[in-house]
C-alpha cells in the first residue's frame, strides 16, 4: 500500500509539473503580447531609441539607458495594477520616478523621457488600461481551466501525502513495539511530561492505556532502563520529528 501511494504521488506531481510548465507558457506568451501592445504607444511619443529602451516585469514597465556606457539606469517606471480597494477591479496606471538635485546632461535628457512618457499616459491612459484589460481577459480565460486543473491536483497530492504520513507513523510506532536505538552522537529527546524530557538512546514501547503510553527507555551514556508513563500525544510529536533518524531494532 506505501508504495502504491507514494507512486500516485510521483504521478501527480509530473502531472503538476506538465500544468505549471503550460502555465508558465501561456504567461510568457502574454507578456510578449503585453509589451508588443504598448510598444506603439512609446514609439508614436518617440520615448524609445537605441539609447533608451524598454524593461518589462511582472505588469510593470520602465524606461532604461546606459549610464557611462555601463551601468543601466531606470529613468521612469510605471506599472498597470488593480486600484487598492476596488470592488469592480478597476485598474490604473500608476509612476514612479527619483529626484536630483543635480543638472547633468544625462538627467536633463532624463526629464525630457519623464515629460514624454507623463504626455503619452495623460493622452491614452484610458486606451492602454481598455486595452489591457482585453489581454488580461483573454489570459485569464486561457489559464483557467490550467488553475482549475492544478487545484484538483494539489489536493489529491495533499490527501496523498497524509495517507503517506499516517501509514509511516503506524510503521514506525510498531517498531517502537519491538523496540529501537538511535546513534550515541544524535541528540534525541523524550518527552516524559509537559515539564521533564529526557535525551535517550532505546526507546520501547510496553503498553498503551487510553491517552498514555507506557515506555521504556535508555537515557544517553547510561546502561539502565527506565519506564516511564508518556501522552499519546508526546509520543506522537517523538515520532514525528525523529522516525527518519531510526537505525535500528535492538533489545526486542
Partial sequence: MKNVIKNQIKEVEQKLSFLDQKR???????????VVFLTPFLEQYNILSEEYFLKYSYNSFSINALR??????????FRIHVKSFSENRERVIS?????????????????????????????????????????????SIETKETHREMGILEKEL???KLSLKE????????????????KMDM???????????????????????????VVKYIV???EDFSTA????????????????????????
Fill in 95 to 139: 509612476t514612479s520616478f527619483y529626484s536630483t538635485n543635480t543638472s547633468s546632461d544625462f538627467e536633463l535628457n532624463r526629464m525630457i523621457i519623464i515629460g514624454k512618457v507623463g504626455q503619452m499616459l495623460l493622452d491614452n491612459k484610458n486606451d492602454i488600461i481598455s486595452g489591457w484589460n482585453e489581454l488580461s481577459k483573454k489570459h
Fill in 158 to 160: 495533499r490527501e496523498l
Fill in 220 to 222: 544517553h551514556h547510561d
Fill in 187 to 213: 541528540e534525541v529527546e523524550l518527552n516524559i511530561n509537559n515539564t521533564e524530557s529526557k535525551y535517550i538512546s532505546y526507546i520501547k514501547i510496553l503498553s498503551t492505556k487510553n491517552k498514555s503510553v
Fill in 167 to 182: 501509514i509511516e507513523k503506524e510503521e514506525v510506532y510498531n517498531e517502537l513495539k519491538s523496540g529501537m536505538h538511535f
Fill in 68 to 77: 557611462d556606457g555601463i551601468y543601466r539606469e531606470e529613468l521612469v517606471s
Fill in 24 to 34: 508558465e507558457s501561456i504567461d510568457n506568451v502574454y507578456q510578449d503580447l503585453e
Fill in 229 to 252: 508513563t508518556v501522552r499519546v500525544m508526546h509520543l506522537e510529536r517523538f515520532i514525528t520529528r525523529y522516525s527518519n533518524l531510526l537505525t535500528s531494532k535492538v533489545l526486542a
